[in-house]
């Protein structure tokens, strides 16, 4: 570089001066509006994956409430993704700690999310679904057995030894009878009586009463593939005669 600077002349230092400095502004401008958010510069999320590393996931056990705790850094996927689900490894909770109780007699339920077959009825809300339909739904948990058998009998003993101290406080709380150990049931499904009302009147002529029928019919196949004990009632509502030709039920039979 020496060479270089003692072969070469200024002939004009004003027009060089002032280059030097629109130079200077466009550098400092470039730098400006250069994005330097760190989750932009950050492609890799390597900062999530170290603080993840540090604090753990913060995702908990939709069912019971217990916190994921395998190491997401381990994996290049992202956290949730088929190769890289979220898992209790040491164990699921009791379901009654998160407020689970057997649907009939209010009992706070004492099992494990390991212990729950496929074909057992859970209710979420106001839905009743099995649970290989739960865990479908939760699809970015792993809900196998991780631990033997033996290993999760031992953590089962623990947690029931735990609830024997907390569980009346947490029954208050949910609202669950407290018991310290559940009577074995069957896996069966409470048969339920659905009773759709149609609306057949002339606004819902034409398209309408084709997707009206189609959601029935898939309603109903749904239904029996599931072989459930169900019933189901349907009723065209434009064989009722409502006050004026309406089908506002509130104006109907009133409030």
Same mark, same amino acid.
């Not at 009206?212 to 019919?217: A, E, N, R």
């Given at each position: ?174 609202? %669950? !009878?407290?018991?310290?150990? $559940?009577? @074995? ?6 048969? +339920?009586? =659905?009773? /759709? &009302? ?5 606004? %819902? !002529?034409?398209?309408?009463? $084709?997707? @009206? ?6 309603? +109903?196949? =749904?239904? /029996? &593939? ?30």
């Amino acid at each position: 570089m020496s060479q270089i600077y003692n072969n070469i002349s200024i002939g004009n230092l004003t027009a060089f001066l002032e280059t030097l400095m629109n130079e200077k502004d466009k550098i400092i401008n470039y730098f400006i509006t250069f994005p330097s958010d760190f989750n932009i510069l950050d492609t890799k999320s390597t900062y999530k994956r170290l603080l993840d590393k540090v604090r753990g996931c913060l995702e908990k056990c939709p069912c019971c409430r217990r916190s994921c705790d395998i190491d997401h850094t381990l994996f290049k996927s992202i956290p949730g993704s088929s190769d890289n689900q979220h898992c209790c490894r040491l164990g699921h909770a009791l379901r009654a700690m998160n407020g689970y109780r057997y649907e009939i007699t209010d009992e706070a339920s004492l099992v494990m999310c390991e212990h729950i077959q496929a074909e057992q009825i859970i209710v979420v809300g106001p839905i009743r679904k099995r649970w290989s339909e739960f865990k479908k739904d939760h699809y970015d948990w792993n809900f196998d057995l991780i631990m033997s058998v033996d290993e999760l009998n031992r953590l089962h003993n623990k947690f029931l030894g735990v609830w024997a101290k907390i569980g009346p406080e947490l029954c208050g709380k949910y609202g %669950m !009878k407290f018991v310290t150990t $559940n009577i @074995l049931r069957p896996i069966e499904e409470i048969p +339920l009586h =659905y009773i /759709l &009302l149609l609306d057949g009147f002339g606004s %819902m !002529k034409g398209q309408l009463w $084709n997707d @009206l029928l189609d959601g029935v019919k898939k309603f +109903l196949k =749904y239904r /029996l &593939l599931r072989n459930s004990a169900n019933r189901i009632s349907i009723i065209n509502l434009s064989i009722i005669a409502f006050p004026n030709g309406s089908t506002n039920f509130t104006n109907a039979f009133g409030p």
